[in-house]
């Protein structure tokens, strides 16, 4: 175990399990995330997350009727991703507590997913690799990461503060620092919504994204923006590195897939050989 994922792990726990009960994401942010892979391709398989938090996603997963799922985590969201799954009237559900780089399930998985984590590894190579170790030949996997081109104004000015905030206590970064944020990021995501899209308005930081956010209430602004501060380290990966990655030899070439979401990350995904 590497001792700055571990401490990463804990810093998300104590987001995670100071939310309230279900999922933090909705059915149609989920589908987003997803695409271009849809329920079609889940049904009835094997599934493995990686990094899955407070089971946010595992729950909608569910939903697309896997055969099993199974959740990893290295913290102690572990506790909230369990009380959120047991509302649920399906029991093909499996938490472990677990370091995603090392682990390695004993049997492979028909379809292995990453969403938001590998950026916040110390290694993200030997993340992606487990990824792709957890896969069966022939399976899929998909992953989602924070984007270098297009979080310019966030590397400028989020980071330098989160990188400050993240040694506070958690409570003084949510409330006394991520609140009166996310209340300055509230108002300039919903300013945005008000007008039609447009090539001058385009150019604005973060458009597209906050075009996206703007669908949701302040509280999830809130718990995006603590996010964002709560965590010792976070890398913002280039599309080259993505492409690298998906040049690995266990990799069928023409399967894979990259994807800008929201004008400001990665999503990408592929077969196992």
Known sequence: MIKGDKKTADAFATSWNNLPEGSIYTLDQFEDWFFPLTKTDIDGTAVLELGCGNGSLMVHMLGWKPERLVGVDLGDSIRSARKNLRTLAVSNWEIKQADLVHFRADES?????????????????????????????????????YAKEGNGFVIAFVDPIRKIVSKLPWFITKYLVATPLAMAF????????????????SKLPMYAYCRW??????????HVVFDQLVTPQTLYIKK??????????LIVPDSTYVLMRNGNSWKFGGKRR
């Open 186 to 201: 509230y108002l300039y995501a919903k300013t945005i919504a008000l007008f039609k899209s447009s090539q001058l308005l």
């Open 240 to 249: 080259a590195q993505v492409e690298s990655w998906l040049k690995h030899p």
């Open 213 to 222: 956010i703007s669908k949701r209430g302040f509280l999830f602004f809130r």
């Open 109 to 145: 998985f028909d379809f292995v997913y990453c969403i938001g984590v590998l950026h916040h590894l110390t290694d993200p190579d030997a993340g992606f690799q487990s990824v792709l170790e957890n896969v069966k030949p022939g399976g899929r996997f998909h992953c989602w990461v």
